[in-house]
């Protein structure tokens, strides 16, 4: 009976730290047309939604929509009060959104916690950028659930999904993918 409850305490503490990873894999989606390939050994694959939606409620009671952030870039990302790799770049994308102009970033509570217990997890943690609780059983349908957390989709301007993160960001990476997207885009 010890060896079973020892093997299922080891099964819980692998799924927990499977679901938040550290390690950042990026994926794109290619150009209409073309299949999933290989780029630097990071794997791209097709993306159904190529313009997500999104339209939130954050914590302050304001909508969020991800169409009214045309012309900036859009950081959209999930994240829980129990992700260390979560709360350490939370600083890093509030800084980003307050420093940066022309980069936008919307935090989503992938979390069972209700409205009161976030906002004393973010007096404890404060951000920048608004906030919404997303119920984790039927998130938006164009991001889906996430398979580790943090993860965030980097919105381009016109709308189009840039490139997706699998893992903690820092402002450093995103200032390069958007200036390697916008130098692509300029050719």
Not at 1 to 29: F, W, Y
Not at 34 to 44: C, F, P, Q, Y
Not at 70 to 81: C, D, F, I
Not at 98 to 105: C, D, F, N, S, T
Request: proline share 7%; hydrophobic share 40%; glycine share 6%.
């Amino acid at each position: 009976m010890k060896r079973m409850i020892k093997g299922v305490g080891v099964l819980l503490a692998l799924t927990l730290l499977a679901g938040c990873e550290r390690a950042p894999t990026q994926t794109a989606a290619p150009a209409a047309g073309k299949s999933a390939s290989t780029d630097a050994g990071r794997k791209k694959v097709v993306n159904a939604v190529n313009r997500p939606e999104l339209r939130v409620k954050t914590l302050d009671g304001v909508m969020f929509d991800l169409a009214e952030q045309r012309g900036k870039w859009t950081l959209v990302n999930y994240w829980a009060t129990w992700c260390g790799p979560c709360i350490q770049e939370m600083p890093e994308l509030s800084a980003l959104a307050a420093m940066r102009e022309h980069i936008r970033v919307v935090g989503l509570a992938y979390d069972e916690a209700s409205e009161d217990e976030l906002r004393a997890f973010l007096k404890k943690h404060p951000v920048t950028y608004p906030i919404a609780r997303i119920d984790v059983y039927e998130p938006p349908k164009d991001f889906g659930a996430p398979r580790g957390l943090p993860t965030s989709w980097l919105i381009a301007p016109d709308g189009q999904l840039a490139r997706k993160y699998t893992g903690p960001l820092t402002a450093s990476m995103l200032d390069e993918d958007i200036a390697r997207f916008e130098a692509a885009k300029a050719k």
